[in-house]
């Protein structure tokens, strides 16, 4: 019996995992009727679960459902202390508390997105869930834990989905991660993405020194000062008898 009712849970958790992305550590979100059955049955919750399930839980509560044990007195009391090891998540009703069945039923919204498990002795509670898509049921009979098939609102949003009628909540993060990428909006309007400017290093031609501009020279032959001129001499040569050329001295020109 313990190894048939092991291999229908592996079954579920398979269905669950594939088709609605649940992941390790399970997130089993538990009441205080599931405690007490507990406490009556001689179950120890932290050790016998997460054999059951074959992976890693955490075990969680709301606020919600600790304030209606204390409301209910002392006999309710070793429930009570169960319930206080497990971690307390946050709900919508934290400065005005409801019942435990409905503030479990608003955590898990319309689809389940944060992937819980639902550990419950209401009937309340499961007739709820079984409307929903995608939530694992887990209570307590004969001593044991029993974790349920899945329902019949997670077998036709499977075959919606296989039909394509219908996206799987991974998908429809996906979708909505490439859309915030791309900048396109919730409305479909595509908004633009401020760009960071990059700090780049400054441009090295820039950082040369100037050069100082040289003035322009005049040329040699140019240069003279007011009244000041070069005089021009000539040199006579006169032929002598044998036809050779004399130097004369230097006449300067009037």
Same mark, same amino acid.
């Given at each position: 019996? *313990?190894?048939?009712? !092991?291999?229908?849970?592996?079954? +579920?958790?398979?269905?669950?995992?594939? @088709?609605?992305?649940?992941?390790?550590?399970? !997130?089993?979100?538990?009441?205080?009727?599931?405690? $007490?059955?507990?406490?009556?049955?001689?179950?120890?919750?932290?050790?016998?679960?997460? #054999?059951?399930?074959?992976? &890693?839980? $955490?075990?969680?509560?709301? @606020?919600?459902?600790?304030?209606?044990?204390? /409301?209910?007195?002392?006999?309710?009391?070793?429930?009570?202390?169960?319930?206080?090891?497990? $971690?307390?998540r @946050?709900?919508?009703?934290? *400065? @005005?508390?409801?019942?435990?069945?409905?503030?479990?039923? %608003?955590?898990?919204? &319309?689809?389940?997105?944060?992937?819980?498990?639902?550990?419950?002795?209401?009937?309340?509670? +499961? &007739?709820? =869930?079984?409307?929903?898509?995608?939530v694992?049921?887990?209570y307590?009979? =004969?001593?044991?834990?029993?974790?349920?098939?899945p329902?019949?609102? /997670?077998?036709?949003?499977? $075959?919606?989905?296989?039909?394509?009628?219908?996206?799987?909540?991974?998908?429809?993060? /996906?979708?909505? /991660?490439?859309?915030?990428?791309?900048?396109?909006?919730?409305?479909?309007?595509?908004?633009? #993405? *401020?760009? #960071?400017?990059?700090? %780049?290093?400054?441009?090295?031609?820039?950082?040369?020194? #100037?050069?100082?501009?040289?003035?322009?020279?005049?040329?040699?032959n140019?240069?003279?000062?007011?009244?000041?001129?070069?005089?021009?001499?000539?040199?006579?040569?006169?032929?002598s008898?044998?036809g &050779?050329?004399?130097?004369?001295?230097?006449?300067?020109?009037?």
């Open positions: 019996m *313990k190894i048939k009712r !092991q291999k229908q849970a592996k079954k +579920t958790i398979s269905f669950h995992k594939f @088709n609605f992305s649940f992941r390790e550590p399970f !997130q089993i979100l538990i009441d205080g009727t599931f405690c $007490q059955a507990a406490l009556r049955n001689k179950i120890q919750i932290k050790e016998q679960m997460p #054999k059951y399930l074959m992976g &890693e839980v $955490q075990l969680c509560t709301t @606020n919600c459902a600790m304030k209606e044990l204390e /409301s209910l007195g002392k006999e309710l009391y070793g429930a009570k202390l169960i319930l206080q090891r497990f $971690q307390v @946050n709900c919508k009703h934290f *400065k @005005n508390p409801v019942l435990a069945s409905e503030c479990l039923l %608003s955590m898990l919204e &319309e689809a389940n997105p944060h992937h819980y498990f639902v550990a419950t002795q209401d009937r309340a509670v +499961t &007739e709820g =869930l079984k409307k929903i898509p995608g694992p049921l887990l307590i009979i =004969l001593n044991t834990i029993v974790l349920d098939k329902s019949q609102a /997670s077998l036709n949003h499977v $075959q919606a989905v296989q039909l394509g009628e219908l996206v799987t909540p991974a998908q429809q993060q /996906s979708i909505r /991660s490439l859309k915030e990428e791309v900048g396109i909006g919730q409305d479909g309007e595509r908004r633009g #993405k *401020k760009r #960071k400017r990059k700090i %780049s290093n400054p441009n090295p031609l820039s950082c040369l020194k #100037k050069k100082k501009k040289k003035l322009p020279t005049q040329p040699l140019m240069r003279k000062t007011d009244g000041e001129e070069k005089k021009r001499t000539r040199n006579r040569r006169r032929k008898a044998g &050779e050329g004399l130097s004369v001295n230097p006449v300067p020109n009037p």
